[in-house]
């Protein structure tokens, strides 16, 4: 069935480091991938998302980058703060009767002050 | 731009009783809604997708007539939970997807707990 494995499952860096989640689908018809911020007991935030005609997207600190080949899309975090400490989600869309996203197990980020 | 808001935030219920949570698009129209479960320190997991006028799809193993989903109008959709036990304690989710998109945007989450 669909599936999309996340790695690493946890991940501390230094404050001022970068940081890079990465997430693999199956599903080769997928088109869509919005990576989500989700802080301990509140809503899953979206971040930034790529479409499958794009290889990379970047907004101020944080880029995404498509490897449709290979089914491998990662989120990297640059000049981590203290606040981009949180739970990350990776999802891929697809469209198997109705339109829905699968979500990756998410990568809990710790940034060291 | 995109709110998307989720009521109550938290309840608390005897087991035996149904439980009724409201989903809103407040700002946008959203032909498709989505409920999801999330356990502590896990990722969210799908139950089903909200169809404004039609029937709500289940994913696999959730029971339709235990998890009511009616999606009366474009901007509410509700999720009941019925004869609730503890083992349905858990953090429930909704998004909206906006018409025309691929994004969806996701409520705060309702924290239910039967005793």
């Known amino acids: 069935g669909e599936n999309v494995e996340q790695h690493p499952s946890t991940l501390s860096v230094q404050e001022g480091d970068s940081a890079v989640i990465k997430c693999t689908y199956s599903?080769?018809?997928?088109?869509?991938f919005p990576w989500y911020k989700q802080e301990l007991g509140k809503r899953p935030q979206l971040i930034i998302d790529?479409?499958?005609?794009?290889g990379e997207k970047k907004d101020q600190r944080i880029a995404v980058t498509l490897n449709k080949t290979a089914k491998h899309f990662s989120l990297h975090i640059t000049e981590t703060q203290p606040e981009d400490s949180a739970v990350y989600f990776c999802?891929?869309?697809?469209?198997?009767?109705?339109?829905?996203?699968?979500f990756g197990t998410g990568t809990r980020l710790k940034v060291l002050a | 731009g995109a709110v998307v808001s989720q009521h109550p935030s938290r309840v608390i219920c005897k087991s035996g009783t149904s439980v009724k949570i409201e989903c809103r698009s407040l700002?946008?129209?959203?032909?498709?809604m989505f409920w999801y479960r999330q356990f502590p320190k896990q990722s969210l997991m799908l139950m089903a997708t909200?169809?404004?006028?039609?029937?709500?799809?289940?994913e696999q193993g959730v029971e339709k007539d235990k998890f009511l989903i009616n999606h009366a109008s474009l901007t509410l959709s509700t999720l009941t939970v019925t004869s609730a036990h503890p083992e349905d304690s858990s953090f429930y989710i909704c998004?909206?997807?906006?018409?025309?998109?691929?994004?969806?945007?996701f409520g705060p989450g309702t924290r239910l707990t039967v005793l």
């Open positions: 998004s909206a997807r906006v018409t025309g998109t691929d994004t969806q945007y």
């Open positions: 599903d080769s018809a997928s088109n869509y």
């Open positions: 790529i479409r499958s005609n794009v």
């Open positions: 999802a891929a869309s697809i469209m198997n009767g109705t339109y829905k996203y699968i």
């Open positions: 700002d946008f129209q959203a032909t498709t």
């Open positions: 909200s169809n404004e006028g039609s029937k709500a799809t289940y």
